[in-house]
T-cell receptor, first 114, second 114 residues
Framework: NAGVMQNPRHLVRRRGQEARLRCSPM?????VYWYRQLPEEGLKFMVY????????ESGMPKERFSAEFPKEGPSILRIQQVVRGDSAAYFC????????????FGPGTRLTVL | QKEVEQDPGPLSVPEGAIVSLNCTYS??????FMWYRQYSRKGPELLMY????GNKEDGRFTAQVDKSSKYISLFIRDSQPSDSATYLC??????????????FGTGTLLAVQP
C-alpha cells in the first residue's frame, strides 16, 4: 500500500534551466495538490488538480510555473527558467476526493538552484 | 496579515511534560482545522483534524478549536523524545467551496529533552 511518491527527491539545476517534479498519488486518489515550503515560511498552497483538470491555481506564480495531471501517469510540476528564489522543498499531497479531509503528503522534492 | 499565525518556537520541554501548541487564524470561512507533524526533511503527516469548534482526542493528543476567538490548540500529554518535530496547524474552508487547499501556519519546532 504505497503512499504518495515523489521523484526526484533531490534536484539541482542551474539558473535558466527547467525543473520537472513528479508526483504519483496514493492508489485510488484522484486529487493532487502541490505545496512549496520555503525556510521559515511554512507550506504554501500552489495548485490543486484532478485528472486532466486544474481546479485551483490561485497559489501558482503567474510566470514560469505550470502543472498538469494527465489521464495516465503522474502529476508534473514544471518550472521553466529557474531562479535562485525557486530553491525550496516542493510537496505533493493527494486525497480521494473533496469530501475527504485527509491530504496525504509525499516526501517532497528538494530543489536547489545554483 | 497571515491567515494562520503560529509561534515558530523553538519550544523545549522535558520528557513527560504536557505540551501546548497554539495557532490563531483570521479567515472566518475556515471550517476544518488540521494538525500535521513534520520530522526534519520529511513530508508532513496528519495527526488530527477537527470540524468547527470543539475538542477531539486521540491517544496522547488533544485538538481544540475555539471559533469565537479563532484559536486552535494541540495538547500532547506525556511527551516523548520521539515527539520532537515541527508541528503545523492548517485551516480549510468547507468543501462546498470547490477548493480543498490547506492554509498552513509557519510551524512550531518542538524539542522534547530526555
Amino acid at each position: 500500500n504505497a503512499g504518495v511518491m515523489q521523484n526526484p527527491r533531490h534536484l539541482v539545476r542551474r539558473r535558466g534551466q527547467e525543473a520537472r517534479l513528479r508526483c504519483s498519488p496514493m492508489k485510488g486518489h484522484s486529487h493532487v495538490y502541490w505545496y512549496r515550503q520555503l525556510p521559515e515560511e511554512g507550506l504554501k498552497f500552489m495548485v490543486y488538480l484532478q485528472k486532466e483538470n486544474i481546479i485551483d491555481e490561485s497559489g501558482m506564480p503567474k510566470e514560469r510555473f505550470s502543472a498538469e495531471f494527465p489521464k495516465e501517469g503522474p502529476s508534473i510540476l514544471r518550472i521553466q527558467q529557474v531562479v535562485r528564489g525557486d530553491s525550496a522543498a516542493y510537496f505533493c499531497a493527494s486525497s480521494p476526493g473533496l469530501a475527504f479531509n485527509e491530504q496525504f503528503f509525499g516526501p517532497g522534492t528538494r530543489l536547489t538552484v545554483l | 496579515q497571515k491567515e494562520v499565525e503560529q509561534d515558530p518556537g523553538p519550544l523545549s520541554v522535558p520528557e513527560g511534560a504536557i505540551v501546548s501548541l497554539n495557532c490563531t487564524y483570521s479567515n472566518s470561512a475556515f471550517q476544518y482545522f488540521m494538525w500535521y507533524r513534520q520530522y526534519s526533511r520529511k513530508g508532513p503527516e496528519l495527526l488530527m483534524y477537527t470540524y468547527s469548534s470543539g475538542n477531539k482526542e486521540d491517544g496522547r493528543f488533544t485538538a481544540q478549536v475555539d471559533k469565537s476567538s479563532k484559536y486552535i490548540s494541540l495538547f500532547i500529554r506525556d511527551s516523548q523524545p520521539s515527539d520532537s518535530a515541527t508541528y503545523l496547524c492548517a485551516g480549510r474552508m468547507n468543501y462546498g467551496g470547490a477548493t480543498n487547499k490547506l492554509i498552513f501556519g509557519t510551524g512550531t519546532l518542538l524539542a522534547v529533552q530526555p
